[in-house]
């Protein structure tokens, strides 16, 4: 096998959770492109099958969107079922649907505390533990979380104690799973990125040029990454490419960490 063969995943099944925009939408075209059907799973329906049609008109890749909410037990139990009712099998899950509430912890209410661990977190374990379930019994599979920087250092001058409990608890949920279906064939790893051009980053570019100005002043390549940017490391995670390779955090961030 060669090396670029080793990256090949033709015939395999991702499941993106949040894959309809972002960081999600460019981590499904570039599974789609490596080969993958994919399924979008995403709340807004109509956003979904539009994101889903795009990726199969421009790949060839057979995709559908399942609306999920991985806030909800039974919504993920369905998106799984109806994913191997249509495809059979389930080779990759990204876990990359989340959200953040900012605000000053000594002003954060439970319930803001509650929905951001809720999605981010817990959200990360329910799509884990019903899809690692099939992967047991087939086998094999590859887990990825989409974490952040955010699990390595504290995020400024934006206030964000949810954000960042929720991503480091990613990343150490992310080590133990690693650990307990290694004898499974199943490998378990995060992508930790640094500030990505989304729509709210370009927001925030817009509306907060000194919030800006701060984060650029830490970025070595002093500019941000693209969704874009980020679908060739998930690609490498879910192939046979990194078959040697599960635990692990890794960082992509434009050196932003670095110092």
Same mark, same amino acid.
């Given at each position: 096998?060669?090396?670029?063969?080793?990256?090949?995943?033709?015939?395999?099944?991702?499941?993106?959770?949040?894959?309809?925009?972002?960081?999600?939408?460019?981590?499904?075209?570039?599974?789609?492109?490596?080969?993958?059907?994919?399924?979008?799973?995403?709340?807004?329906?109509?956003?979904?099958?539009?994101?889903?049609?795009?990726?199969?008109?421009?790949?060839?890749?057979?995709?559908?969107?399942?609306?999920?909410?991985?806030?909800?037990?039974?919504?993920?139990?369905?998106?799984?079922?109806?994913?191997?009712?249509?495809?059979?099998?389930?080779?990759?899950?990204?876990?990359?649907?989340?959200?953040?509430?900012?605000?000053?912890?000594?002003?954060?209410?439970?319930?803001?505390?509650?929905?951001?661990?809720?999605?981010?977190?817990?959200?990360?374990?329910?799509? $884990?533990?019903? &899809?690692?379930? +099939?992967? *047991?019994?087939?086998? #094999? @599979?590859?887990? %990825?979380?989409?974490?952040?920087?955010?699990?390595?250092?504290?995020?400024?001058?934006?206030?964000?104690?949810?954000?960042?409990?929720?991503?480091?608890?990613?990343?150490?949920?992310?080590?133990?799973?690693?650990?307990?279906?290694?004898?499974?064939?199943?490998?378990?790893?995060?992508?930790?990125?640094?500030?990505?051009?989304?729509?709210?980053?370009?927001?925030?570019?817009?509306?907060?040029?000194?919030?800006?100005?701060?984060?650029?002043?830490?970025?070595?390549?002093?500019?941000?990454?693209?969704?874009?940017?980020?679908?060739?490391?998930?690609?490498?995670?879910?192939?046979?490419? $990194?078959?040697? &390779?599960?635990? +692990?955090? *890794?960082?992509?961030? #434009? @050196?932003?960490? %670095?110092?």
């Amino acid at each position: 096998m060669t090396v670029l063969e080793r990256f090949e995943l033709d015939g395999d099944v991702a499941i993106v959770t949040g894959g309809n925009r972002a960081i999600g939408r460019g981590i499904a075209t570039a599974l789609a492109e490596a080969g993958t059907d994919v399924v979008i799973a995403n709340r807004d329906a109509d956003d979904g099958e539009r994101a889903a049609a795009e990726i199969a008109a421009a790949t060839g890749a057979e995709t559908r969107c399942i609306p999920t909410d991985v806030a909800d037990d039974d919504s993920v139990r369905a998106l799984v079922d109806a994913t191997v009712d249509a495809f059979g099998e389930i080779d990759v899950l990204v876990n990359n649907a989340g959200l953040t509430i900012n605000g000053p912890a000594e002003e954060m209410t439970l319930a803001e505390w509650n929905r951001v661990l809720n999605v981010n977190l817990t959200g990360v374990f329910r799509c $884990s533990r019903v &899809v690692g379930r +099939e992967m *047991i019994e087939r086998g #094999g @599979g590859s887990i %990825v979380t989409i974490s952040s920087i955010s699990a390595l250092v504290a995020n400024h001058p934006q206030p964000q104690v949810s954000y960042q409990a929720s991503k480091g608890g990613v990343d150490a949920f992310t080590r133990q799973l690693a650990s307990e279906w290694a004898e499974h064939d199943v490998r378990v790893n995060t992508i930790n990125p640094g500030y990505v051009r989304t729509d709210l980053i370009e927001g925030v570019l817009e509306n907060d040029p000194e919030m800006a100005e701060t984060w650029y002043d830490e970025m070595l390549q002093g500019e941000m990454a693209t969704p874009e940017d980020v679908g060739p490391l998930a690609v490498y995670l879910a192939a046979d490419a $990194s078959s040697y &390779v599960t635990g +692990e955090s *890794i960082v992509i961030d #434009g @050196g932003y960490t %670095v110092r």
